[in-house]
């Protein structure tokens, strides 16, 4: 399995930004998509955003315009660019690594956004 470590994470007033980063022990050339995922108390977790191996995004209709996913192949890492943020989007975020339907999870950081 790849290993994942994210960092970035911390506290931010509502309209602040954060960047998240997940960074990967293996060449994300092959591996097909990286994928942000967050988890609030007592939610399930849910998608954010996806970034496919062609470099194209999905994201969750709640972060669009507002956060980006960004990859860096030569330093095996990709991003979060979170912009605007809100207390709702307050939770644990994981990155995700999928090759070939193997799934690897980083074991999260958590963003904190207050009023």
């Known amino acids: 399995q790849v290993q994942l470590v994210e960092s970035g994470g911390g506290s931010v007033q509502a309209g602040g930004s954060l960047r998240l980063s997940c960074a990967t022990s293996?060449?994300?050339?092959?591996?097909?998509?990286m994928g942000w995922f967050r988890q609030a108390p007592g939610q399930q977790r849910e998608l954010v955003a996806v970034t496919p191996s062609d470099g194209s995004a999905v994201y969750a209709d709640s972060v669009k315009g507002r956060f980006t996913i960004s990859r860096h192949n030569a330093r095996n890492t990709v991003y979060l660019q979170m912009n605007s943020l809100k207390r709702e989007d307050t939770a644990v975020y994981y990155c995700?690594?999928?090759?070939?339907?193997?799934?690897?999870w980083g074991k999260g950081t958590l963003v904190t956004v207050s009023s």
């Open positions: 293996e060449s994300i050339f092959g591996i097909n998509s």
């Open positions: 995700l690594a999928d090759r070939f339907g193997t799934r690897s």
